[in-house]
């Protein structure tokens, strides 16, 4: 039979910047808890799961709550002439925490590796594709700003998403830009502050 507490950890060691050391510490933090606090924990993992779907338009996690759109994308007062490509939901609430951008949203699904060829079963390049076309024959897009982290995956991301619009968008006003160097390299959106992201929309190129 195998080892529980080794099994949970190995789970553990599954999520984003989590080591086997942290998921071991995860696995006896919730073996000294009682047992209401890990009911809690169980029912609210299984109730996630129900509630929470991705949009059909941006793709972000929203409670669908009999609603088709996340509110975002259901959102009247949004400028629904731009869409900025981020890596990953925590980029959006990020960005709109920040006040400093007010249109639409795609999340990419991650960056694109550097090494890997295959990469569209990781990323959502072919729907960011649709999108954008989509928008262009409604006549609705003016601009598509790339906001990913400032590191050599970003940074290839940028390049490789450009590459890939580069035809959709040629003959088309439609401007294609990134955000400027108010971010520091290395910056991930997700740690960034409100100021600093003002000042990468403003600089943006």
């Known amino acids: 039979m195998s080892n ?22 995860f696995v006896y933090f919730l073996l000294s808890c009682d047992k209401a606090y890990l009911d809690e924990l169980a029912n609210l993992i299984i109730s996630v799961k129900k509630r929470i779907t991705q949009c059909p338009e941006c793709f972000r996690y929203f409670e669908h709550d009999n609603h088709d759109h996340c509110e975002r994308c259901e959102k009247l007062s949004i400028d629904r002439t731009t ?4 890596e990953k939901d925590a980029d959006v609430d ?7 951008y007010n249109g639409l949203f795609f999340v990419f699904g991650g960056l694109v590796p550097i090494v890997e060829k295959e990469t569209s ?3 959502r390049i072919n729907e960011l594709q649709k999108r954008i076309a989509r928008d262009i024959a409604d006549n609705k897009l003016k601009e598509v700003i790339l906001g990913f982290s400032l590191s050599r995956e970003g940074d290839y991301t ?5 590459d890939e619009l580069r035809t959709l968008l040629e003959n088309t006003s439609v401007r294609l830009s990134s955000l400027g160097r108010g971010l520091s390299t290395g910056t991930e959106l997700e740690y960034s502050d409100s100021e600093t992201l003002r000042n990468a929309f403003t600089n943006r190129h």
């Open 4 to 25: 529980p507490i080794q099994k949970l950890a190995d789970m553990f060691a599954d999520f984003p910047g989590i080591g086997a050391r942290q998921s071991k510490r």
């Open 121 to 123: 079963n990781r990323i």
């Open 83 to 86: 869409i900025m490509v981020v």
């Open 94 to 100: 990020q960005v709109s925490a920040s006040g400093a």
């Open 158 to 162: 940028d390049t490789y998403v450009r």
